[in-house]
């Protein structure tokens, strides 16, 4: 990979959805540059258009009921307008999806392992003990105890934590160049929450995966973020190198958001776990 170049570039990103009144505009001429090994941190409160921009890059809207305008540039191959076919061999292999709500990414008759082997399967040529073995060593990095289990195991049978796990360890295994991290570790504990934060981490750090994480605890995003996005009602009103970003917003809504949260938690509890 070439270093100058952002990984994943938006530029002019319009998304509308159709209502009963009409096309309604969510995400308005928004631009992002991702940068190799960086995480650019987005932020803003419910309802601003975050999960709408994450679907919009990964061309996951329904094509009948929106419309997405603009370039996605994703390691300089536009994604904006590709058939689907030819985006599911791009997901999960070259750009990453950890989302929200898991619960939906699991079919309820398939193990998880057979899920997870097919999932790496379909994009490698690895046989099946080996994608049985990544699989495995995947599961053990996002801290899940007895992976050869939970392998066996159907996804009813597990937490909304442990599922939430096993959806980041299939999203992140095979090293995509970009991950979109969508509220990645709200619904776990702070142990669990270290250790997935931590394997993110470790992934920008040896693989030069550049992420896009969006999280409303202001204490992830200073932990992990390089630079913050701001989004108020669809769009990008502040964008700043972390630190000048905490220490000095520009925008009114930026100045709400830091007032609304302290940024002290993560922090606090990191220094209690790592000693
Ligand atoms: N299909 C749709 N039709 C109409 N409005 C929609 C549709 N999907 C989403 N919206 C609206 O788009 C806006 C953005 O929603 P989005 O889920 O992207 O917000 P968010 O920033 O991710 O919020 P949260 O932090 O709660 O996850 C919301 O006002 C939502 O009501
Ligand atoms: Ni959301």
């Known amino acids: 990979m070439e270093k100058h170049r952002n990984v994943l570039q938006v530029s002019g990103l319009n998304v509308a959805v159709k209502t009963e009144q009409g096309m309604l505009s969510l995400v308005h001429n ?10 650019l941190g987005l932020v803003g409160e419910s309802g601003s258009g975050k999960t ?4 919009a890059l990964l061309q996951l809207l329904n094509q009948k009921t929106s419309q997405v305008e603009g370039s996605i540039q994703l390691n300089g191959r536009e994604l ?3 058939k689907p076919k030819e985006m599911r061999s791009v997901l999960g292999k070259e750009i990453g999806y950890i989302m929200q709500n898991p619960m939906h990414t699991f079919t309820p008759v398939f193990t998880i392992g057979n899920q997870f082997v097919e999932t790496i399967r379909s994009h490698t040529d690895l046989t099946k003990k080996q994608a049985n073995e990544l699989a495995v ?26 599922l939430q796990r096993v959806m980041i360890a299939i999203s992140i295994c ?17 142990t669990t929450q270290m250790q997935v934060l931590k394997e993110l981490d470790r992934l920008r750090t040896e693989c030069g995966t550049s992420i896009l994480l969006i999280s409303h605890d202001l204490g992830v995003i200073s932990e ?7 989004m108020q009602k669809g769009r990008i009103v502040e964008k700043a190198d972390v630190f000048q970003l905490f220490d000095h917003p520009q925008h009114v809504y930026t ?21």
């Open 137 to 162: 060593s995947s599961l053990e990095a996002m801290n899940l105890q007895e992976p050869a289990k939970i392998m066996r195991n159907y996804p009813f049978q597990l937490s909304g934590g442990m």
């Open 224 to 230: 992990l973020a390089d630079e913050v996005a701001v």
């Open 30 to 39: 928004l631009q992002l540059d991702m940068k190799p090994g960086k995480v």
């Open 174 to 190: 095979l090293r995509p160049s970009v991950v979109i991290a969508d509220e990645p570790t709200t619904a776990l504990d702070v």
């Open 80 to 82: 904006n307008g590709l």
């Open 52 to 55: 709408i921009t994450c679907l």
């Open 255 to 275: 100045k709400k958001l830091l007032q609304a949260r302290p940024v002290l938690p993560i922090n606090e509890q990191m220094k209690k776990l790592v000693i």
